[in-house]
Every structure is written in C-alpha cells, then in structure tokens.
C-alpha cells in the first residue's frame, strides 16, 4: 500500500504514476472521502475543546459549592456525539484505506514509461541459442514422446492445465528443485518450506488481495487459499514484526508448490508447461533496508540467472516498463529464457523491489542498529527459477535428433547419475 500521505500531499504525482502504468482508478472518489474525513476531525476537534472547557467550568462550579448537574448532563451529551462523531471518522478512514489498497505502487524513477512489454528495454544476454540439424521440437511434444510428460491423463484427474509427471519427468522436476534449493544456500539464502495455505491477511499484505481475488484458488470452509507464490508465505514471515536491522538483509528461499487460476491466459501459452493451474517453484525473499534495497535487486537477478548459468542455457535480462509492472513492484527486472521450441524467449523469473509497499500494508519494519525509532522495511522477492519452465527450458534445448534429451552436466548428480533421457 503506498502511503496516503502521498494522495494528499502529493496527488498529482500518483494521479501520473497510475497513469504511466496505464490504469484508471477513481481519485474523485478518494478527494470526496478526504474531505469528509477532515471536516468530521475538525468538527470532532472542535467538541472535544468544548468539552475540555465544561469540563473546567464542571470544576469550577464544584469548587465554588454551586449546583454543577445540568453542565453536567450537558457534558456527558457532549461526549456522546464526540464518540459518535470518532466512530464515523474510523468508519470514512477504513473506507478511505480500502480505496486506497487497490491501488498500485509507485513506479521508482528509474523505470522506463512505457505502454507495454514491447517497451521493455533489453537489459543483457548470457549465452547462444542452440544450432540443430534438425527442426526442434516443443516441449510438450518432446515430453509426450519420451513418455515422461502426460496432459490428457493429468486433464482426467483434475482438468485441463495441469501435468502428469512421469519416470524421468518427475525426476528431473525433484532434481531441479532440489539444484536450485543448493544453489541459492551457496550464495547465503536460508532455506525455508513454508504453509502453502494461507489467510486472507497474508495476502493482503503481499498484494493479491483484495484485487485480485479472482485468482486465487479458496479453501470455502477454512478462509484459507492456495498459495499463488511462496512469496506470500516467506513474506509474512515477519508480519506485524520488528526486525533487527543489524540482522539486514535477510535472504530466504522457499520450494514451494503454487496454484493460480491464470484466468486471462489463452493462446499458445497455455500449452504445456508454461501456464499451468499447479506448478512448482523455488522463491527468493529479502528483506532490506531501504538504503540497500536497489543493490539488493541488482544482487537477486545475478542469484537467479546464475542458474540458468550453471544449467548452461541462454536467457536474457529485460526491465519491465512502467505499465508491465506488478501490482506491488515499484521496479522489475524479467529473466527470459530461450525455447527452441518456442522460437523466442518466455519469462522464467521476475525479480521486483517492493519497497515499502508490502511492509506498509503487512505493518513489517525493523529498527537500525538494532535500537531506536522503527522503520518500514524493504521487501523483494523473485523466481529462483519457476521449476515447470525450466524443465521446458531443459527438454527444448537439450534435445537430441533420436528423440533423446541430454541431462545438463550439473543435474546429473540429482538425477542419480543419469545422462540422457530416454524413451519410457
């Protein structure tokens, strides 16, 4: 949640902020709600010196021995209304604050304004694509000739949009999961396997709600969801906490199985394995402090890509322009990764800078050095990779002529010393 301070010193800036990004939302609502809120304290401020002042002349008439009933009954009428009068300014507040949780971060400066992803400027590449002497095929198909990926059978169980691992398939997708969670603990994350249901209040304080409800898979009975990224878990970790800022900054990563609706997917994406309703996922967390928090991110995408490194697969770094930000991101850097297959690049981590958004809205801050006045801490969060993708990423670029997939050298130990993929 951005602070409101900034809606009412400063409502032109995120009036522009939001349209950078390219929503709409009802300022002139928020103005009406403003003013209602101001005119309520000044009213309220001006009964409670009244009742300050009979509350002096209730003393004095006592003192002096005169009869102080009626001052009396009038104060207490008085009270009345003042708690009356509070009770509507928390009812306009809380209104006030609803309005505000829908709406966006504030884009950082540095973000490019753009209208869309193909205003997104290229940041860097690693690697080469590939060279086959044959026509590469897409993953879905490669997984169903191996007999390691089955969709139909996955669609009888559940529907469609979910996958039947089999064999080798789901080897490879414990063997990822299980590199990456090494990977990251290398470069000093901690590890951490978290609920993957949880309330309401922890996704509020990430962001996917109360916006974005509609994408979250509920538990009716429970008031609990599905969790749509380890983010939301890992995150509120330190809800309603202060954090010691000598500890800064915490890294966490969490494996995690994450469920979404991905109910504006279509098209080719919804193939195999990129937009799925169940997939895995390892998370990066960090919590900084607001001086480091852009080092942080810079440090995030070098953690991130570093595996598509070891893995040895070419990816690209883009930064998201203004209107491809996510609701919470205040800057975001997409790693892409290339799919023969696929003929271009496709998103396998998204690593953002929340700023203060988050804590805000989770009431997370910590205290420097460890004493003194508390502040809202910073939060990011990124895919360390998304695991589906990246056994897509594997297949289409490891691919051999026979039909086979080659085992990327630094998987092999995970997969129990296997070297090539073979047909079920």
Excluded at 9 to 25: C, I, M, P, S, Y
Excluded at 192 to 216: N, R
Excluded at 292 to 297: G, W
Aim: aromatic share 8%.
């Amino acid at each position: 949640m951005i602070d409101i301070k900034l809606l009412r010193e400063d409502l032109d800036g995120v009036k522009k902020a939001v349209a950078n990004r390219g929503g709409t939302f009802d300022f002139e609502a928020v103005a009406r709600l403003e003013k209602r809120r101001r005119e309520l304290l000044a009213a309220v401020e001006k009964d409670k010196a009244t009742r300050n002042t009979v509350s002096a002349e209730i003393a004095e008439l006592k003192k002096s021995g005169r009869d102080a009933q009626d001052t009396i009954v009038e104060m207490r009428q008085l009270s009345d209304h003042i708690k009356e009068c509070d009770g509507h300014v928390a009812e306009v507040e809380a209104e006030l604050r609803e309005m505000v949780m829908r709406l966006p971060n504030i884009p950082d400066a540095s973000v490019p304004i753009g209208a869309g992803e193909e205003d997104n400027p290229e940041v860097r590449r690693w690697g080469s694509a590939p060279e086959f002497g044959f026509e590469p095929k897409a993953h879905w198909d490669i997984g169903s000739d191996l007999g390691i990926l089955d969709f139909e059978r996955a669609a009888k169980i559940a529907k469609s949009r979910f996958t039947l691992y089999l064999g080798a398939g789901a080897k490879l997708e414990r063997a990822l999961i299980n590199f990456m969670l090494d990977a990251h603990a290398e470069r000093g994350y901690t590890e951490v396997f978290p609920p993957i249901l949880a309330s309401g209040e922890s996704l509020t304080a990430t962001g996917q709600l109360p916006k974005f409800e509609e994408e979250l898979f509920r538990c009716r009975d429970d008031n609990l969801y599905l969790i749509p990224t380890a983010e939301v878990s890992v995150t509120n970790i330190y809800r309603d906490e202060v954090i010691d800022g000598t500890l800064l900054p915490l890294k966490y990563c969490a494996y995690t199985p994450c469920f979404r609706r991905e109910a504006g997917a279509y098209g080719k994406e919804t193939r195999g394995l990129i937009r799925q309703h169940q997939f895995n996922k390892v998370e990066l967390v960090k919590f900084a402090a607001p001086e480091t928090s852009y080092d942080e991110l810079e440090g995030m995408v070098v953690d991130a890509t570093r595996i598509l490194e070891l893995l040895d697969i070419h990816y690209r770094v883009i930064e998201l322009c203004t209107a491809d930000l996510g609701f919470a991101a205040a800057k975001t850097y997409d790693v892409e990764v290339w799919l023969p297959g696929f003929g271009g690049f496709k998103e396998i981590s998204s690593c953002s800078n929340c700023v203060d958004f988050q804590a805000r809205r989770g009431n997370m801050k910590f205290r420097p050095d460890g004493k003194g006045k508390s502040r809202l801490v910073h939060t990011l969060n990124g895919s360390g990779l998304a695991i589906g993708r990246t056994v897509a990423a594997v297949l289409e670029n490891f691919q051999q002529k026979d039909g086979t997939v080659v085992v990327p050298e630094k998987l092999r130990p995970y997969m129990g010393g296997l070297e090539i993929i073979e047909p079920r």
